[in-house]
């Protein structure tokens, strides 16, 4: 079983970072969004170090909904989302494999970019390490809520557009708390680890129970 | 012989018939709406007229009659949703669908007016009509889990097929109302804490605490009303659509014949 947990694994990075895979779009929409901020609020370079941290959170927020709608759609599409049904891996343990696939190929490039960018929004040094802490223990909730709103829209026909309005609601928490570790561990008052206590505790806990729901929205998708 | 109907709560599941709750229903709705209409009657009464005005809040107070009954019923009215995915999804029960549906729209409207009736209250108390606070913005989410959920059930052809995928919606997003609940004393800003449910007991005057309950009571009266109404109209609305669907595959098999 964890043979096949391994090779599922593979595949779907492979899928995602050959041709046509798309998960560069991701980083590439978020560099647009983060170019696009100075040019509404103006090129102010203080205001902009201060809010550039939250500017890259919600960047990131926004770029891992673009892959989203490809999750599932492209495997029940051809068929091997029946065969990944069929196979003796439960299929929570299949949906947590795509989805952490998912992260590795999306997430994990958005959180290596994100010092980049802040660079540019002049992020101070420390600003630029938090950020990036920050997102890698957060992304993978957003992953796992994504999922979620993937599964269940895999068999509309204009699903892609339900899924930003199932999901964001969801990841309201994920933001609140991402955001505030990062301010505490800037500017204070509270310990930075209590905020990033129960981000991780958001992203262990999605980790755990959204790969259920997503696993039951597939089901029904393929009756 | 007629066989006379057991009414214990073991047999509750005979209202799984949609017919049967028709006629139940039916004898049920004039006295919804007549005890929501007398108890909404006497609580503005007390709301509007026989309560004092607040020291420190004048008039303004009276808007709170209507805000916090509405807030209660919009977490009240997800909690309805939540309990009838839990049915759709363990039970298959075929009203628990048909329930969660109808429930939606009511809800989302009791959100708006909380949110409504508190930005109005807003303006000369905080001098703003908006602020971004937990409490208000974690209602305005779940006033957007509502419109997502509707989305959703409204996405699929068939109705039938919505009903389970829109009942996980509705468990997963269920985990914002504990936090709507809790968000005030977590953040602990603008938004003052829980007065009435409190372990200490009430902070607020009898005065007031009575016409606010009466109000609750209302809303709630008026909310199972509603909430039977639509469920009424849901079911109507999917005989319609059965009949539609079999006229027409009798049309087209006519057709297919004739030609």
């Known amino acids: 079983m964890t043979g096949q947990i391994i090779s599922l694994f593979r595949r779907e990075v492979a899928l995602a970072t050959r041709a046509g895979g798309g998960a560069t779009m991701g980083v590439v929409f978020f560099l647009i969004l983060v170019a696009l901020m100075p040019l509404s609020l103006g090129p102010d370079l203080a205001l902009l170090s201060r809010i550039g941290p939250a500017l890259l959170w919600l960047g990131v927020l926004l770029a891992t909904l673009l892959g989203l709608d490809r999750l599932f759609k492209a495997d029940w599409e051809d068929g091997s989302l029946d065969l990944l049904t069929m196979s003796e891996v439960p299929l929570a343990l299949t949906v947590l494999t795509k989805t952490l696939a998912h992260w590795v190929t999306t997430g994990l490039p958005l959180v290596l970019a994100a010092p980049l960018l802040g660079i540019m929004l002049n992020v101070e040094p420390k600003g630029l390490a938090v950020v990036a802490f920050t997102l890698l223990v957060g992304t993978p909730a957003l992953a796992s809520i994504g999922a979620i709103g993937a599964a269940l829209t895999v068999a509309l026909r204009r699903g892609g557009l339900l899924v930003p309005v199932l999901v964001l609601p969801l990841s309201v928490p994920v933001l609140i708390f991402g955001i505030s570790a990062t301010q505490s561990a800037l500017i204070g008052p509270v310990p930075m680890t209590t905020p990033l206590a129960v981000l991780a505790a958001l992203s262990l806990a999605s980790l755990v129970l959204a790969p259920w729901a997503s696993a039951a929205a597939l089901r029904l998708a393929l009756e | 012989m007629r066989r006379v109907p057991d009414r214990s709560p073991r047999n509750m599941l005979q209202f799984a018939n949609p017919t049967r709750f028709m006629t139940f ?39 709170m009659y209507v805000h916090v009954p509405a807030a209660w019923l919009a977490m009240f009215c997800y909690t309805t949703i939540a309990i009838s995915s839990l049915g759709t999804l363990v039970w298959r029960h075929p009203l628990a669908d048909v329930s969660a549906r109808a429930a939606a729209p009511i ?63 509705a468990l997963v997003g269920f985990i914002n109302v504990p936090i709507i609940k809790f968000s005030v004393d977590w953040w602990n800003t603008l938004h003052q804490p829980a007065s009435v449910f409190r372990l200490d007991g009430p902070t607020i005057d009898m005065s007031m605490l009575v016409p606010l309950l009466i109000m609750a009571l209302g809303f709630t009266l008026l909310f199972l009303a509603l909430h039977v109404a639509a469920m009424r109209n849901e ?21 297919a014949t004739a030609s």
């Not at chain 2, 079911?235 to 057709?255: D, G, H, K, N, Y």
Request: proline fraction near 4%; glycine fraction near 8%; aromatic fraction near 14%.
């Open chain 2, 235 to 255: 079911i109507m609305r999917r005989r319609v659509r059965a009949l539609r669907v079999r006229t027409a595959s009798q049309l087209s098999l006519a057709e």
């Open chain 2, 107 to 169: 809800g989302a409207a009791f959100t708006f007016l909380a949110l409504l009736t508190g930005s109005l209250w807003g303006k000369p108390m905080w001098g703003t009509w908006w602020v971004w606070d937990a409490r208000l913005t974690s209602v305005l989410v779940l006033f957007l889990l509502y419109l997502g959920l509707m989305a959703l059930w409204r996405a699929f052809d068939d109705p039938a097929r919505a009903a389970r995928p829109g009942a996980i919606l």
């Open chain 2, 25 to 63: 229903s039916a004898r049920l709705q004039p006295w919804l709406w007549g005890s929501a209409a007398l108890v909404l009657a006497v609580g503005l009464y007390f709301a509007l007229v026989a309560s004092p005005v607040d020291y420190q809040q004048g008039q303004t107070v009276r808007i």
